[in-house]
């Protein structure tokens, strides 16, 4: 009704007024209300979080803050450190979110932030033990298939000695999300010896396991825990020094031996999770994850 009211001059006088005393009196609200919205994304965000011992998560504010009349959305850059402060690199670009629908909160996780945290997480020692059925369940089928394919190229081989076995892995775990699933593709290297009491060592053969993991995905107490099986492997010689070539019959009972021995050790490292950032205090509850 104003404009219809006032006369051209007194519209402006009044627009003018209004104009130079507003903006003194919103900035400052509107500046406290700001800052203690930064206040509290910083104090719920810029927290270093211990992933076991072997390193450190800190989640911070890649750039500012960005709202709508709908939504608030931010990009976090989550620095994965090793213990000593080396920084483990991996992509930090926004994802692209589903949308927000009747959600309190979508947040995505990015696939190289994963690989770089499974690195992390994923540092089991070199395991040594001997091939009996008290550490799995297959291991006299396991030495009755490598004794069967040594006998003819190993005169010095002891027929009757048990074997030996070492696990160790092979590189980095790579973590791969396709819709609705994901897996890990993690190698391992198997050296089979003979412990000789009078002498050195004897190496039979060195495998190489390519696994493939299927990964069940949950959150509990604020982080994303995954749990491994194993879905595939892909079991190839790598070296020999008692002449085997074919290893094809061995990869059942390599397959027993993984499950039973390395399995358990990789979801151990896997029980504590990955942490995840705290967003003004909203409670992980009721989580749906979309792969």
């Known amino acids: 009704l104003l404009p ?4 051209a001059s ?6 003018r007024q209004l104009t130079a005393t507003l903006p003194g ?5 509107l500046d406290i209300v700001v800052n203690l919205v930064n206040i509290q994304l910083l104090a719920t965000l810029n927290l270093v979080t211990p992933v076991g011992t072997a390193g450190t998560v800190h989640y911070q504010l890649a750039n500012s803050p960005f709202a709508s009349s709908l939504y608030l959305r931010l990009d976090l850059n989550g620095l994965v450190k090793q213990v000593g402060g080396s920084i483990i690199p991996h992509d930090s670009s926004p994802c692209v979110l589903p949308p927000l629908l009747d959600k309190l909160m979508v947040m995505g996780v990015h696939q190289s932030f994963l690989n770089a945290v499974l690195s992390l997480m994923i540092q089991i020692p070199p395991q040594t033990f001997s091939c009996t059925p008290d550490v799995f369940s297959s291991a006299s089928h396991l030495q009755e298939a490598i004794m069967s394919l040594v006998s003819s190229g190993c005169s010095t081989c002891p027929g009757t000695s048990g074997l030996s076995l070492k696990l160790m892995l092979s590189g980095n775990p790579l973590i791969l999300l396709v819709e609705n699933k994901a897996t890990i ?3 391992v290297l198997i050296q089979v010896f003979i412990k000789r009491l009078d002498g050195p060592n004897i ?8 696994l493939l993991l299927n990964v069940r995905v ?3 107490g604020g982080r994303l825990v995954l749990g491994l099986s194993l879905g595939s492997t892909a079991l190839s010689l790598e070296s020999s020094e008692v ?9 059942p009972h390599c397959n027993s031996l993984l499950v039973e021995t390395l399995l358990p050790l990789l979801n151990g490292a896997l029980r504590i999770g990955i942490p995840l ?3 003004l205090g909203i409670a992980f509850v009721r989580v749906a994850i979309q792969i």
């Open 203 to 210: 190496n039979l053969l060195l495998l190489k396991a390519d």
């Open 243 to 251: 002449g085997i070539i074919n290893v094809s019959i061995l990869k």
């Open 4 to 7: 219809s009211l006032l006369s």
């Open 185 to 187: 593709q993690l190698s």
């Open 277 to 279: 950032p705290k967003v």
């Open 10 to 15: 007194i519209n402006d006088i009044v627009l």
């Open 218 to 220: 949950s959150v509990t």
């Open 25 to 29: 009196l919103l900035c400052p609200v």
